[in-house]
């Protein structure tokens, strides 16, 4: 296909973690990218990957990237409330960068 | 720190009618972008401009125009409104690279 395509909706209580999963579509792209957008926001630039590598970690935050299937994902340690918000992963084989749908993660109590 | 800055932050109008929505960026990137995001659409680029001076289209320009009038603006004009422009519009800017996006808070338009 020619999105990047992610699923809609995440549930997850406080405390657990959370995973959000993303497929992309060009191998070209450099940079791999996570926003959030939390209501009446604009986009929040999370976390990004270089395309070489496999794995980036910054605090909470680990971004797992496989080239071979085009699969990216975050994953968020211990969940807050405060998590709660729409993510969207990002590719940029361009000068302009392609998003996908968005993500709700919702962190109930 | 500013960043990007969108005005208006909400917006209504009549089919028919004309507006222009402003951006405003002091970062000093060269390149600006215009998206809309709809629902379970994610975000589609309308318009953008790699530097000052050129613009180009993106993937939904049909009933829009853009003008970069320096390095630091970037406006989008709707010049006969339609219900299905009803949408939510955000600006970015970008010097490229790992930097990724800086976005404005958005404009909710909404046309009746």
């Known amino acids: 296909g020619e999105d990047v395509e992610q699923s809609l909706f995440l549930s997850v209580r406080e405390g657990d973690s959370s995973v959000i999963n993303c497929t992309y579509t060009d191998s070209s792209s450099t940079y791999l990218y996570w926003y959030k957008q939390e209501p009446g926001a604009g986009l929040q630039l999370l976390t990004y990957?270089?395309?070489?590598?496999d794995m980036k970690q910054d605090q909470r935050l680990t971004v797992l990237l496989n080239k071979k299937d085009k699969h990216l994902s975050l994953r968020i340690a211990d969940t807050q409330t405060g998590d709660s918000a729409i993510y969207f992963c990002a590719e940029s084989p361009s000068v302009d960068m392609r998003f996908g749908a968005g993500t709700r993660l919702t962190v109930k109590p | 720190n500013a960043g990007v800055t969108q005005t208006p932050k909400f917006q209504v109008l009549k089919t028919g009618q004309s507006m222009t929505l402003q951006c405003a960026q002091d970062?000093?990137?060269?390149?600006m972008y215009w998206y809309r995001q709809d629902p379970g659409m994610g975000l589609r680029l309308i318009y953008y401009s790699a530097s000052e001076g050129t613009t180009d289209k993106g993937e939904v320009p049909n009933g829009y125009n853009v003008s970069r009038l320096n390095k630091r603006e970037f406006s989008l004009r709707l010049e006969s409104a339609a219900p299905s422009q009803t949408s939510v519009y955000f600006c970015?800017?970008?010097?490229?690279?790992?930097?990724?996006?800086?976005f404005g808070s958005g404009t909710r338009l909404t046309v009746v």
């Open positions: 990957i270089f395309s070489n590598m």
């Open positions: 970062m000093n990137h060269n390149s």
């Open positions: 970015a800017s970008s010097e490229g690279g790992r930097g990724g996006y800086t």
